[in-house]
Antibody
Framework: QVQLQESGPRLVKPSQTLSLTCTVS??????????WSWIRQTAGKGLEWIGR???????NYNPSLNSRATVSVDTSNNQFSLKLTSMTDADTAVYYC????????????WGRGNLVSVSS | DIKMTQSPSSLSASVGDRVLITCQAS??????LNWYQQKPGKAPKLLIF???KLETGVPSRFSGSGSGTDFALTISSLQPEDVATYYC??????????FGQGTKLEIK
């Protein structure tokens, strides 16, 4: 059974960079056909897909984030990570990591979420 | 971006009622649509994929239909444990996924 667990700060100051990590268990992050995404949920905009990474390291992102997001994979620790630069109040959200295991586009595994607040 | 519009944004129904939630895409997404259920304080859970296929373990009272731009999630007989917020999500564009704004379902 695939399980995901986010880790990272709960509070970030404005203009700082958010760094979150998702630890994958139950499957190798290098397994062919698996894709790994970050999704956030805000009160104002609901669920928003941020970006994803493939085991190869190739990634793609939501253009609305204006190139502030970077998703990377650490195969040695079976983890993938999110960095989001220039944080503002609008980035306050619950951040989820999610896996597309069955087929691309289907988020069939989710972490429990990490609430991140942006405040000075 | 493909915009997903759900209706209604909230609804209240009685136990045993048939419940219908709709989702409209701003352009043709064929059958590339999923439905998720989110209970308070929890992550979303996949209910239906490819517009009409039930995820393993999901009760058969849930069903999905539609293709192109118009989709629906039906609960045939509402149960107390179905209280949640429901989201649709398109994946026709594999480089830019989008979700509907959600439908909050409550028991009368």
């Amino acid at each position: 059974q695939v399980q995901l667990q986010e880790s990272g700060p709960r509070l970030v100051k404005p203009s700082q960079t958010l760094s979150l990590t998702c630890t994958v268990s139950g499957v190798s992050i290098r397994r062919s056909g698996f894709y790994w995404s970050w999704i956030r949920q805000t009160a104002g905009k609901g669920l928003e897909w941020i970006g994803r990474v493939f085991a190869s390291g190739r990634s793609n992102y939501n253009p609305s984030l204006n190139s502030r997001a970077t998703v990377s994979v650490d195969t040695s620790n079976n983890q993938f990570s999110l960095k989001l630069t220039s944080m503002t109040d609008a980035d306050t959200a619950v951040y989820y990591c999610a896996g597309e295991g069955y087929k691309p586009g289907l988020f069939d595994t989710w972490g429990r979420g990490n609430l991140v607040s942006v405040s000075s | 971006d493909i915009k997903m519009t759900q209706s209604p944004s909230s609804l209240s129904a009685s136990v045993g009622d048939r419940v219908l939630i709709t989702c409209q895409a701003s352009q043709d997404i064929r059958g590339n649509l999923n439905w998720y259920q989110q209970k308070p304080g929890k992550a979303p859970k996949l209910l239906i994929f490819d517009a009409s296929k039930l995820e393993t373990g999901v009760p058969s009272r849930f069903s999905g239909s539609g293709s192109g731009t118009d989709f629906a999630l039906t609960i045939s007989s509402l149960q107390p444990e179905d209280v949640a917020t429901y989201y649709c999500q398109q994946y026709d564009n594999l480089f830019m996924y989008t979700f509907g704004q959600g439908t909050k379902l409550e028991i009368k």
